[in-house]
């Protein structure tokens, strides 16, 4: 059975063989403009699809795993990682790419190649899915059958039925999109039939099962989304894929190399996890159990001390991915933008810590954990490993000065009021610093209701005093070169000054 390191290697070999080059991967602070973090593979990339850069690779082809975030914007997993076995905030993406050179034949070809010739996945637990646009709808584009024929061949040669292993989708599964604008196109991917018996005929691909997951998205890049909503023809037809790291980890562990299907295969229950795991256990004194919700169902943490405790080790693993690895590439939590993603990340991170009876900052403590496996293949988390866990810990202990006493608030609170109000949502948020999804979610787990419309009419009217007050914004910076941690001014609004003034430094 291979290990993870064994598994991104393979990946990355296979495309080497095909003549792809091996790139690395590119920062968490995303290139193109309206994304909050890199969020797919291809990101990086960009200019290549949109014909602005010339690709420096012959043939043009490249291959790499790349670091990824899905935590708000298009792209948002945050209020699945915990609950389900394969969402995370961060994930490793791999990926193959032509630019103008081969397209959907190799492409289709050397995924199936990959995967059941060389990983061992059994075919007849494989279900493609093709683009079949829904016209009623207004969907861009034409049915796929170009792709339908070539999965058709492969599910033939090994004695399967493409109308059972060939499932169409619409522009919600099937047309893949970075975010509003840019390269975007029709994709094909595979999924995998999870079920003890594999007998599921492809009824679960895409209903949200974790007996049925999605491993690998091939995308046909052929158009550019434009500003005004309409589909732009791009010069050339270019492939982009992204493969699920821990997702191909966790079927091939899993089963014992596909040996084994009595047990649910989970992101959570491979190498990728299990050293964070086994350091946690160790800080707390707890141990991890895994997880599953029933059939059809999401886990509901109401009330279930072990399933409570499950979630706390999986958010709590997730979230020092995700912020370990944006520090290390210059993100720092703070109160704007992506900053502030980050920062309603931590204090998730330590809220769920307190589960585990973490009552003092700890994520630094995990940090060594995460760099032993994960800093030979990204580099910038072993060189940055002190500055990540200082500025871990500075966050969490200026939360935890607020956290206990908004935790008996909110206690006492709702105890009279029997649900969250507005402005109990927001005098967290203001005085506490509750990051109002932590507010939510603590009303969640007691089954109470959360006014969010009075929420957000009260931030509203906040933002409205603070424009009229603020005169500049201040931002968080990490300077790559010296490590420092520092507090920009921005642009002066009302004097139009173009210089960028520089606050403090920590
Ligand atoms: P899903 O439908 O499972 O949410 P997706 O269609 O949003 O996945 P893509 O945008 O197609 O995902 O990304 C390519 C691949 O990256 C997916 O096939 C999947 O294997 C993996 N992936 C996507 N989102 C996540 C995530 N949040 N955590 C781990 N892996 C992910
Ligand atoms: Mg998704
Ligand atoms: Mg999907
Ligand atoms: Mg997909």
């Not at 990101?43 to 708000?72: E, M, S």
């Not at 522009?171 to 893949?176: L, S, T």
């Not at 003890?196 to 009824?203: L, S």
């Not at 969490?396 to 009279?416: I, M, V």
Request: include cysteine.
């Amino acid at each position: 059975m291979m290990t993870a390191t064994e598994i991104r290697q393979s990946f990355l070999d296979f495309f080497r063989e095909k003549q792809h080059t091996v790139v690395p991967s590119a920062s968490l602070m995303p290139q193109s403009p309206g994304l909050l973090f890199t969020n797919a593979g291809m990101n990086q990339f960009v200019p290549y699809f949109l014909g602005v850069w010339t690709p420096p690779w012959k043939p043009a082809r490249a291959t790499d795993t790349q670091k990824c975030i899905r935590a708000g914007g298009k792209h948002n997993d945050l209020e699945d990682v915990g609950y389900d076995s394969y969402h995370h905030t961060f994930f490793e993406m791999l990926g193959n790419w032509s630019f103008g050179d081969y397209f959907k034949k190799e492409a289709i070809h050397w995924a199936w190649e990959l995967v059941v010739e060389r990983w061992g996945f059994p075919a007849e637990r494989l279900y493609a899915t093709v683009y079949a646009p829904d016209k009623s709808k207004g969907d861009p584009g034409e049915f796929d059958q170009e792709a339908w024929n070539y999965w058709a061949e492969l599910f033939r040669s090994h004695g399967l039925d493409p109308d059972v292993h060939i499932v169409h989708g619409n522009v919600k599964d099937n047309f893949w999109m970075m975010g509003e604008t840019g390269p975007c196109g029709p994709c094909s991917e595979l999924h995998v039939d999870l079920t003890p018996n594999g007998d599921t005929h492809g009824r679960l691909v895409n209903k949200d099962s974790d007996l049925c997951i999605e491993i690998w998205n091939l995308v046909f890049i052929q158009y550019n989304a434009e500003s005004d909503g309409s589909m732009r023809n791009l010069p050339a037809c270019h492939v982009d894929t992204g493969m699920g790291f821990e997702r191909a980890c966790s079927i091939m562990q899993c089963t014992d190399g596909f040996k084994d299907f009595s047990r649910k295969p989970s992101n959570y229950a491979t190498d990728v996890f299990r050293p964070l795991f086994d350091r946690l256990e160790a800080l707390s004194g707890r141990k991890y159990t895994d997880v599953y919700p029933a059939p059809g169902s999401k886990l509901v943490a109401a009330g279930d001390d072990v399933l409570q405790e499950a979630i706390a080790f999986r958010v709590i693993a997730d979230h020092l991915r995700t912020l370990s690895f944006s520090i290390a590439d210059g993100i720092l939590p703070g109160n704007n933008g992506r900053n502030y993603v980050l920062r309603r990340i931590l204090r998730r991170a330590v809220r769920y810590g307190r589960r585990l009876g973490f009552s003092q900052p700890f994520l630094a403590q995990l940090v060594d954990t995460l760099m032993a496996s994960f800093g030979q293949v990204f580099p910038e988390l072993a060189s940055r490993a002190d500055t990540v866990k200082e500025v871990l810990t500075r966050e969490e202990a200026s939360f935890n000065e607020t956290l206990d006493r908004g935790l008996e608030l909110f206690d006492a609170e709702t105890a009279s009021a029997g649900k969250v109000t507005g402005e109990f949502a927001f005098k967290l948020y203001d005085t506490y610093g509750f990051p109002v999804d932590l507010t939510a979610l603590l009303a969640e787990e007691r089954g109470l209701d959360i006014d969010m419309e009075r929420f957000n009419r009260l931030m509203e009217e906040q933002r409205d005093r603070a424009r009229a007050a603020r005169k500049s914004e201040v931002v968080r910076a990490l300077d790559l070169k010296t490590d420092a941690v520092t507090d920009f001014t921005g642009y002066d609004v009302d004097e139009c000054a173009a210089t960028v003034l520089e606050v403090s430094r920590q």
